[in-house]
Nanobody
């Protein structure tokens, strides 16, 4: 059973940084592309970033986070990370990770299962 657990959220001032972790258990992370998603109060869940499972580990980012967020993975540690820099109040949301579909080896921001974990809260506020 695929299980992903998010951690690393918290309260940070605008301009600050956080690193989120997505830890996998029950399956071999190597074979899956992983995406990060977020949901702010009153808004729909949106894709933030994804990373493919292939050797090149291609990545994709939402326009709103390009240049500020970096996704990476450490298959040996069964963990995918989201480094978030230059955080803005509009980044405030619950962040989730999930296995995502791929198209010709490139990750998409479409969850495979449609089910979600508890997520980790990120609050950007002064």
């Amino acid at each position: 059973q695929l299980q992903l657990v998010e951690s690393g959220g918290g309260l940070v001032q605008p301009g600050g940084s956080l690193r989120l972790s997505c830890a996998a258990s029950g399956f071999t992370l190597d074979y899956y592309a992983i995406g990060w998603f977020r949901q702010a109060p009153g808004k729909e869940r949106e894709g933030v970033s994804c990373i493919s499972s292939s050797g090149g580990h291609s990545t994709n980012y939402a326009d709103s986070v390009k240049g500020r967020f970096t996704i990476s993975r450490d298959n040996a540690k069964k963990t995918v990370y989201l480094q978030m820099n230059s955080l803005k109040p509009e980044d405030t949301a619950v962040y989730y990770c999930a296995a995502v579909h791929t198209v010709q080896g490139l990750c998409t921001m479409r969850s495979m299962s449609g089910s979600w974990g508890q997520g980790t809260q990120v609050t950007v506020s002064s």
